[in-house]
């Protein structure tokens, strides 16, 4: 048995396996055990003598100090394992976690701290491992409900429990965009707070959640809500959350949603912890692009299955209403002695030929008309169809026709055209209650299949299009989503059968070609019609619709565009190039933005943003930073409506969408060239 002498003591000194400093009052270290030498770095005899102060890293150093005063005047034992994240450094210069322990002593030499340190860098990286296990198996799990799932908000709900338990949180909800466009809302809570936070209303003002997340798409860490500058949801601030860290829900920077995470203890969340909220919002953000790509076919299908049944209906229509009128007109000629007889014969047959044009339109819609398709130059027919719109439309409509004399002839039915045309005019004029202007503009366009392959049925060639615009009031993101179903109208009763633009659609169709429409809400509507080439016909058209390769380039293009898709579209195109691309979604986004980069060369922006944003103001904002700043506007509207809805002057670089990727190069060249 070792008995306690002054070599017992050494041996169990040296024994310990953690390092053993002892340290005097003037914080130069005495004594220190072979453990302490292999922890530290330290040679035999290299640790005795030097300051403590060496020992901690250069960032809290003079900290240190004061602390080690302040401990001499009230010395009190403080035992391992405190929680606190504490780091020391070797005389190597590498600096490690470690647990510290301090008792206070005296001996022969006066007054002295035992320091017991211990190196927990392999705990640290279990945990760490643990941790990341723990958010990897909840991101596979919230991946695996975003794939089964097709309901946003039930993916939604997924995430915000997924995300909930790895980050310690005791809030974690999802703050989405309403259709109404006015303010965010909660609408999901999970944890102690749910009850004080579901359905709190959160204003969409900039600086709301410091309007980083709103505008920029970027997610953001706040550490302390108390003595933050940044304006905080009063509901999270009455529930008690003092820290916060938020992930933008949405595509690119068009931003729908927030994920937000809070903690009642201030500095809870750790930079870490905002990569893993971002990449389940970034899954939420998924669900919710393919929950808009599932409404875009589900529409496609449901015009298809209206078709389908709208064309069965119109056929035995069309039989029963051939029966009824043979019939009505034998009796017509029938010598009947009585006066009211032949006046309700005479009006039947007039619902008869009725019927007959509603069916006709049924037809339109579902395909299946007669037509007989043949080259029609639309020069002369849209300056023949004038003088019929001008009539027709009244006084107070002024009628714009824009076609080039180069243009070559559609492969359509001209009957079936012009009374399109007609449909599409009746509507702007309708949309137009106190007058304003129409134009017409056809074209010549190149569709490559990319260009194409979001439509079924419609093959990448040459195409005339036909753009009928309107300075109308526009249509919301809903009515246009059904805007050429049949039946469906929003005029008042009488006033419209809804098959106008169902009419048009079908007979695109059946043309081989395609409709598309663009709208905003107080601005007006253009419907593009694509009709294909007739073969044979001119092949002249405008540098701007041809298949040749455009130019590669290295400068520097600012992208502003408030749609996510299509500024996906234009950032790889231009990337393609070699182009270095910058992108905003407002004004105040790409001002940033050419401060940060004042190299930029051209402004590539969309004429209508979000907002009251136009892409002329977000023009005329940055060459004021910068005069020479070249500027290329793309637009759904015909180029012709453009000066007088937006102020623009007819000299500008203008590009029409949709657009190909070479029609995008040579309009960029051709820009910075200007």
Known sequence: MIKPTEDAFKLLFEAAPDAILVVDSSGHIRLNNEEAERLLDAAPGEL?????????????????????????TQPRRRPMGMGLALKALKLSGHEFPVEISLAPTH?????????????????????????????????????????????????????????????????????GQQASDEALHCHGAVGALADSVTNARIDKTPAMLSGAVLDGGVPLLVGDTSTSSLVICPALLDAGIRSLVIAPVGDRERISGLLVAGSATTHH??????????????IASNAMQRSVAEEKLLLSQRLESLGQLTGGVAHDFNNLLTVISGNLQILEETDLPDPFAKRAIASALRASRRGADLTAKLLAFARRQTLHPSAVPIPELLASFRDLLARTL?????????????????????????????????????????????????????????????????????????????????????????????FFTTKGIGKGSGLGLSMVYGFAKQSHGHVTAYSELGTGTTINLFLPVATGASSETNAQNTYAPAPAGSERILVVEDDADVMTVAVNFLEAFGYRVFTASNRRTAAARLRAHPGIDLLFTDVVLAGDETGPK?????????????????????????????????????????????????AIRKALKR
């Open 48 to 72: 005795r003598g030097i300051l403590v102060e060496r020992l901690v890293p250069m960032a809290t150093r003079r900290h240190h100090t004061q602390l080690r005063e302040s401990f001499q």
């Open 618 to 666: 977000v023009a005329a904002s940055l060459q004021k930073l910068k005069p020479t700043l070249r500027v290329l506007y793309a637009s759904g509207y015909a180029r012709s409506a453009l000066p007088l809805q937006f102020g623009l002057e007819a000299d500008i670089s203008f590009l029409r969408k949709p657009y190909s990727r070479d029609q995008l190069g040579h």
């Open 107 to 175: 001996s022969d030499e006066g007054d002295e701290v035992i320091v017991i340190m211990r190196d927990v860098s392999e705990r640290l990286n279990a945990r760490r491992t643990e941790r990341e296990l723990v958010r990897a198996t909840s991101l596979a799990r919230v991946s695996q409900l975003a794939l089964r799932e097709r309901d946003f908000a039930t993916v939604g709900s997924h995430a915000i429990e997924c995300a909930r338990v790895p980050l310690g949180a005791d809030v974690v909800a999802i703050f």
């Open 269 to 282: 969340f750790t930079t870490d912890d905002v990569a893993f909220l971002e990449a389940i919002a970034n």
């Open 394 to 486: 009244g006084p107070n409509i002024e009628i714009q026709v824009e076609a080039e004399a180069s243009l070559p002839a559609a492969l359509a039915d001209s009957g079936q055209l012009e009374t399109a045309l007609l449909n599409l005019a009746v509507n702007s004029r309708d949309a137009m209650v106190t007058g304003g202007t129409l134009h017409i503009e056809a074209s010549a366009v190149d569709l490559s299949a990319d260009d194409v392959q979001s439509v079924d049925d419609w093959p990448a060639g040459r195409y005339v299009r036909i753009s009928v615009s309107d300075t109308g009031t526009g249509m919301s993101r809903e009515t246009l989503n059904r805007a050429f179903e049949p």
